[in-house]
Nanobody, 123 residues
Framework: QVTLVESGGGSVPAGDSLRLSCAASGRTFSTSTMGWFRQAPGKEREFVLALTWRDSMTYYADSVKGRFTISRDNAKNTVYLQMNNLKPDDTAVYYC????????????????WGQGTQVTVSS
């Protein structure tokens, strides 16, 4: 079993930055692809970005390229989502996920999820 706990959400004005954290426990973190997704009210959960464990490649949604980055600290079993130049359209609940068994772009490919953290960006 894997437990993921997100933190770091909040309410900020457009143009500000936030860093989300996702602390993992229960499996070999260093060999796990980690993904971030988000879900706005009335919308489907969408891919934000992911960091693969095998080659440390990062995959981004077009909407966040150049603004969001992902990093990991294997010693702390934690992955981070740095969000810069936030926009109102970034408002959503953000989730981290692991346990990949398919396309890293698809939320149905991940077995384990955190509880989510709310990010609200005002204009």
């Amino acid at each position: 079993q894997v437990t993921l706990v997100e933190s770091g959400g909040g309410s900020v004005p457009a143009g500000d930055s936030l860093r989300l954290s996702c602390a993992a426990s229960g499996r070999t973190f260093s060999t796990s692809t980690m993904g971030w997704f988000r879900q706005a009210p009335g919308k489907e959960r969408e891919f934000v970005l992911a960091l693969t464990w095998r080659d440390s490649m990062t995959y981004y949604a077009d909407s966040v390229k150049g603004r969001f980055t992902i990093s990991r600290d294997n010693a702390k079993n934690t992955v981070y989502l740095q969000m810069n130049n936030l926009k109102p359209d970034d408002t959503a609940v953000y989730y981290c996920a692991t346990g990949l068994h398919g396309s890293l772009y698809s939320f149905s490919s991940y077995d384990f999820w955190g509880q989510g953290t709310q990010v609200t960006v005002s204009s």
